[in-house]
């Protein structure tokens, strides 16, 4: 299965994931931006976003 992941480090905190695609990213509870645990991901939504994001800092992951 593959899950999106955020490199916070590289994030810019542009809040582009969290507009397009809100089901899947977050802010959470200490202010970074986070992925949802799900069962499945949206794949298209997630690569939309992946695409958009200013510094590439989500990736796919295998699991
Ligand atoms: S789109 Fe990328 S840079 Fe913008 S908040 Fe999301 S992870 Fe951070």
């Not at 992925?35 to 958009?52: F, G, K, R």
């Amino acid at each position: 299965m593959r899950v999106p992941v955020v490199d916070i480090s590289e994030c810019v905190d542009c809040e582009g994931c969290l507009e397009l695609c809100p089901t899947v990213f977050r802010r959470n509870e200490v202010g970074y931006i986070d992925v949802i645990s799900l069962s499945e991901y949206p794949e298209a939504t997630v690569q939309e976003v992946i695409n958009v994001c200013p510094t590439d800092c989500i990736a796919w992951e295998e699991i």
